[in-house]
């Protein structure tokens, strides 16, 4: 039997980004005793990367916007594929929840009237984005951190511990989340400094690890995005949700190689910032889609005006949504109307003064003169497509954020599945954060409390067999499988680089076939994963834990998109180009194959993932009727209208 | 395109003791240090111990210390370098190390649990928060903190000196202090809780000789001394003389002439 550490708490929470401390705050709150476990150091979470802001109705900059707009806004974002309940709730309460930071100490850019500013940005009607200038969500990680230690500060006068009730175990990893029966019954981690094992036993388990970029070689996200949280889902018995979804960011650094896919914010195209070609021309105004067209302007003359007079002119083209622009840009480069480092231009410099930019885009004046010698308010940045989100994710009750099929579980954040439908909004991300964690975390505290008393013990099996695949790569050549240890960098990059080509922004049958022939080879190879040295703070381990993650998740993706053949949002097609209804309302479950958990098949044809369809609950009449008739023909079945 | 190979010294070792390692490494155009690492993790090294997280300078973990001064490892390019140079890499000299270049940092996250909390005024209920940008300004350039505690690491006060930690809070808490002092809306003073008073008596803001690294090093470039700790020293005064007062505001009339 291993000999770990145990602990007990009410609510264990995976990931410390918004959604994560979002979830910690609410569960203690109501008087959960809540562990928060995060790989890095607390207040390093990729959300603050986030740089263009929250979205919410708060109609500060436009007194026309309201929770019905956003909504609105937020299903054609997704092409009407999302999980509307969660829209609906997401659009009515992220007024609340940025209010609410404000109360936390927050300080956002302040409007003339001393109110919080709003700023324009893709697919939303009216300025939005409460932010702090374009490094909105490291206010959101810090507010929210200094929340949890103003909680811990609470904490320690009337116990004289300051975690007695709410604690942050920071560098550490959860490898499985450990169940009685059905239910959950706490997480299997391991410290990085130590590289010691230890177990928190628990009946609620909050996972809110954010994202799966690091399967794709050209990516804005951090090292910690490996998918652990779909991944720990899916070897628990939940199911994931469209993990086809991928959304390429449009506007990524394209050059120096070494920053290649790093994050160019939106706002600068919400503040006035235009495409061009090496013709320069502005070629977004040649890739309105027709579901689009009435909201767009037509001339360059009409889209600059709008910035001053909204009421009556159409927004310019740059301001699609995300997939929009990313298709065109990877268009115009395939041909050869690129820049030359392989991307397009964005300029501002010839749009605003450049003490403006200096001002409204400090990071981006930043980044692009300290890593690329550019000067953004001289000369236009180069930019291309970058990975940059998932919409897929674990499958979750829309009201309580509980993962389907496993009592215990919730999911709140990027991990979580349905929200943003086919494709996000930028800005939809940080508040379906707070308005979810705080969801998840309330759910999950309430669950807890109703099993006071009774809490699924912890399965000593089960520990045994997580401390064993812990162990696994330092005992790789001795593990009796076929061939020399495998190093674990080199089959990240191999990972990444199938990803890229072949499961990428532009997908083919014959391609995605291929990928998961590579990733089940991958697969084989993984399992001989070794390392070098012992356990303490180790990163060649644990990446080799970590590739089991990023190959469960990979296969989610390539199989889910072979699957669907249709393009929507962030999957398109090259053999089928166009939108279906017919798909319009049916979701692709992705389910471990082996039931029990367990990891053995390496067949490729059939793979680790067993996928399943399902049709969507109708979307409700009221909400329907938020839309014209003629909108709504262009995206639902005919048997959807009539109903 | 052009590469070639440079050469670097990494610390590597653990608390009991270590050493400066020779390595000779493949380096590219456009590539940071950081990237050097990285590389050497996949090709040389695979259990080099390294925090990081975003590699575009927005996180604040890849912090070490580069040739002696205290840098993030993301944003220091190759190029600023001389191609025959040998570069050194060592962990942040300050905190203890825990392998290679990774240290306990746990010094930072203590001191933030002794900085009293945002007070939210009483009877203005969420979304009635009014405040106007040249006044917010102030605290949101404290705010760009990325908390990458490179300031934390050459002040001189902590950094030779274990035996100052225990009563000094350092230049980013003391920014904290300051940012919450000139929050328009921190209603601290309102519960009895003096700000100015804790820097001065809780904090440690009298170890602080305005010596300017803490600014020197800022990869937010913060005014961490002139717009943060000098005001807090010049708020202060009236309830405890410091003749650094004094000596600050000469220095800082003669750098704006």
Redesign the interface.
């Known amino acids: 039997m291993s000999v770990v550490d145990r602990q007990e708490w009410d609510v264990v929470v995976v990931g410390a980004g918004g959604a994560g401390l979002r979830a910690a705050i609410e569960a203690r709150e109501r008087g959960a005793r809540t562990a928060v476990i995060c790989k890095s150091l607390f207040g390093k979470a990729h959300t603050v990367m986030a740089e263009g802001g929250i979205a919410a109705a708060m109609a500060n900059a436009n007194p026309h916007d309201n929770w019905q707009v956003h909504f609105r806004d937020t299903l054609r974002g997704g092409k009407f594929l999302n999980q509307w309940r969660m829209a609906e709730l997401h659009a009515q309460e992220a007024p609340d929840r940025v209010w609410e930071l404000e109360t936390w100490g927050a300080l956002f850019d302040r409007t003339k009237d001393g109110r919080i500013s709003q700023r324009n940005f893709g697919g939303h009607e009216y300025p939005r984005l409460a932010h702090v200038g374009d490094r909105t969500g490291l206010e959101l990680i810090r507010t929210l951190q200094q929340k949890i230690v103003a909680l811990q500060q609470e904490d320690f006068e009337e116990t004289g511990a300051y975690d007695s009730r709410l604690k942050v175990f920071q560098e550490c990893t959860v490898t499985r989340v450990l169940k009685e029966g059905e239910r959950v019954s706490g997480v299997f981690a391991y410290e990085r400094e130590t590289g010691r094992f230890f177990v928190l036993e628990a009946p609620a388990v909050v996972v809110a690890t954010g994202g799966i970029g690091k399967s794709f070689k050209v990516t804005s996200n951090s090292w910690e995005y490996t998918g652990d949280g779909h991944a720990l889902a899916l070897l628990a018995g939940a199911p994931l949700l469209n993990m086809e979804f991928v959304q390429f960011h449009p506007t990524g650094m394209v050059w120096p190689p070494s920053v290649k896919g790093i994050l160019v914010t939106e706002s600068v195209r919400g503040d006035g910032g235009v495409l061009r070609n090496s013709d320069g021309k502005r070629f977004m105004f040649d890739y309105v889609p027709d579901v689009f067209k009435e909201k767009y302007a037509e001339s360059e003359e009409e889209g600059d005006r709008w910035y001053d007079d909204p009421d009556h002119n159409r927004r310019p083209p740059e301001l699609l949504p995300r997939d929009e622009v990313a298709r065109a840009i990877n268009a115009e480069v395939k041909a050869g109307r690129g820049s030359p480092h392989g991307g397009v231009f964005l300029d501002v410099s010839t749009r605003m003064p450049a003490e403006v930019i200096r001002r409204r885009l400090p990071s981006m004046y930043h980044q692009f003169k300290e890593l690329a010698d550019v000067d953004i308010t001289a000369e236009a940045m180069e930019v291309g497509p970058t990975c940059h989100y998932v919409m897929g994710g674990i499958a979750v009750e829309s009201d309580t954020a509980a993962a389907r099929g496993v009592p215990g579980l919730y999911a709140a954040g990027e991990v979580a599945g349905g929200m943003h439908g086919s494709n996000r909004l930028g800005g939809n991300s940080l508040s379906d954060l707070l308005v979810f964690g705080r969801r998840a975390g309330r759910h999950a505290a309430e669950y807890a409390q109703r099993l006071a008393g009774r809490r699924p013990p912890v399965d000593e099996a089960q520990v045994d067999t997580a401390a064993a695949e812990a162990l696994r790569p330092f005992s790789a050549e001795t593990a009796g499988e076929a061939g020399p240890p495998e190093n674990p960098y080199a089959l990240h990059q191999e990972l990444q680089q199938t990803m890229n080509d072949l499961v990428g922004i532009i997908r083919r049958e014959g391609e995605m076939e291929q990928a998961l022939h590579r990733l089940a080879e991958l697969r084989v190879r993984a399992r001989r994963a070794g390392v070098e040295g012992h356990r303490q703070f180790n990163p060649g381990w644990h990446l080799a834990l970590d590739l089991r993650n990023m190959l469960l998740v990979s296969e989610c993706v390539a199989r889910a998109a072979l699957e669907r053949t249709e393009s929507r949002g962030g999957h398109t097609r090259e053999d089928h180009p166009a939108m279906d209804r017919a798909w319009r309302n049916v979701n692709l479950l992705c389910a471990l194959a082996d039931p029990t958990g367990g990891l053995a098949s390496t067949d490729p044809a059939r793979g680790q993932i067993r996928l399943t369809r399902e049709t969507t609950d109708p979307i409700r009449p009221d909400l329907l009727a938020l839309f014209e008739k003629e909108e709504l023909v262009k995206y639902l079945a005919e048997e959807e209208l009539y109903e | 395109m052009s590469s070639y190979e440079a050469r670097f010294k990494v610390w590597r070792g ?1 608390e009991q003791g270590g050493g400066l390692r020779d390595f000779t490494v493949e380096v ?5 240090v950081l ?1 050097i690492v990285h590389r050497l ?3 040389q090294a ?16 890849c912090s070490a210390e580069i040739n002696g001064r205290p840098r993030l490892m993301c ?1 220091t ?1 190759m190029s600023v370098f001389d191609r025959a140079e040998t570069i050194t890499i060592t962990p942040l000299r300050a905190f203890p190390v ?3 270049l ?1 240290t306990d ?1 746990g010094f930072n ?1 203590r001191k ?2 002794e900085i ?3 007070v ?1 005024p009483a009877g203005v209920g ?2 009635e ?5 040249e006044d ?1 300004d102030r ?2 350039e404290f ?2 903190c ?2 990458c505690f490179l300031c934390q690491d050459t002040c001189h006060v902590v950094r030779d000196h274990e035996e100052n930690k225990q009563a000094f809070a350092g230049p980013r808490f003391l920014m904290r202090v300051a940012e ?1 002092d000139m ?1 328009p809306l ?1 209603a601290a003073a309102e519960t009895g809780l003096d700000r100015k008073r804790t820097a001065q008596d809780e904090h440690g803001l009298g170890y602080c000789n305005i010596t300017k690294c803490c600014t020197e090093v800022c990869p937010e470039g913060i005014k961490i001394t002139d717009n943060a700790l000098i005001p807090l020293k010049e708020r202060a005064v009236d309830r405890k003389y410091d003749p650094l007062v004094w000596l600050g505001s000469k220095i800082r009339r003669r750098s704006g002439t």
């Not at chain 2, 695979?46 to 973990?61: E, F, I, M, Q, Y």
């Not at chain 2, 928060?129 to 940008?133: A, D, G, K, T």
């Open positions: 653990d590219n155009d456009g590539e940071v990237d993790q996949a090709t695979p259990d080099l111990a390294v925090r990081w997280n975003c590699k575009a300078g927005k996180c604040g973990s944003m390019r825990v392998r290679d990774v940092v996250y933030a649990r009293p909390a945002f939210p969420p979304g928060y009014r405040m106007f940008q917010v605290s949101q705010r760009k990325i908390e919450l929050h921190d």
